[in-house]
């Protein structure tokens, strides 16, 4: 059972719209939501992180949105850029950190 | 240079043979994880060292065995090889008390 899941599992839009990608959580007990994001051929990077004492975080062009009634959350990318072309994933974890869930990531593509 | 280096980048064996993956880490940090991520980018936690202790480990075949001879150092091994471990692995690392975990360039197996 994938205890956190994305959609969609990929993502089209044009250069400047807002790309909104979902991610929703099965466990309550979860404290921590980080989203990497992972360039093709390069490694996943942490881009943004949030935890449940807040219900947005915004850093730029990227904010999260958390809703921990519903267990969701969503990253909201404006102005997007086809630099943002990439694979967001979207985890969780609880206590130390010592092991994030990770869902199966949304594929993102800004078209010029 | 700080970072996580991962050697080699890419391994090309025959099923059944035997390899070794290296990762070290210059970020003084005391927790370091492998990953597998499959073509379909699906990112699978395998293992997690902290200190030198296994403190995570996930269901993956017995062929898979972690070797930390210290902190900064997480290698990974596996005995016969079959089709279905080809796939990147990650070396990842991370600070106690921070939440962040950085990956390093990861090492692409392909299994003939």
């Known amino acids: 059972q994938q205890q956190v899941r994305q959609s969609p599992q990929s993502l089209t839009v044009w250069e400047g719209e807002t790309a909104i990608l979902n991610c929703s959580y099965e466990?309550?007990?979860?404290?921590?939501f980080p989203w990497y994001w992972q360039f093709p051929r390069e490694s996943p990077a942490l881009l943004i992180a949030i935890r449940p004492v807040s219900n947005k975080k915004e850093d730029g062009r990227f904010t999260i949105f958390f809703n921990k009634r519903e267990k969701k959350l969503s990253l909201h990318i404006t102005d997007s850029q086809p630099g943002d072309s990439a694979t967001y994933f979207c985890?969780?974890?609880?206590?130390?950190?010592?092991?994030?869930?990770w869902g199966l990531g949304t594929s993102l593509v800004v078209n010029p | 240079e700080t970072a996580v280096f991962q050697t080699p980048n890419y391994h090309v064996t025959q099923v059944g043979n035997e390899v070794s993956f290296n990762c070290k880490q210059t970020l003084g940090h005391d927790t370091m994880y492998w990953y597998k991520q499959d073509s379909k980018k699906l990112l699978k936690i395998m293992f997690s060292y902290n200190n030198k202790q296994l403190i995570v480990n996930e269901t993956v075949p017995r062929r898979f065995s972690p070797q930390s001879s210290d902190k900064a150092h997480l290698n990974l091994r596996i005995k016969s090889v079959e089709p279905e471990d080809s796939a990147v692995y990650l070396c990842?690392?991370?600070?106690?008390?921070?939440?962040?975990?950085?990956f390093g360039p990861g090492t692409r197996l392909l299994v003939l």
């Open positions: 466990d309550s007990t979860f404290d921590y």
């Open positions: 990842a690392s991370r600070l106690g008390n921070q939440d962040t975990q950085y």
């Open positions: 985890a969780a974890s609880v206590g130390d950190n010592s092991k994030l869930i």
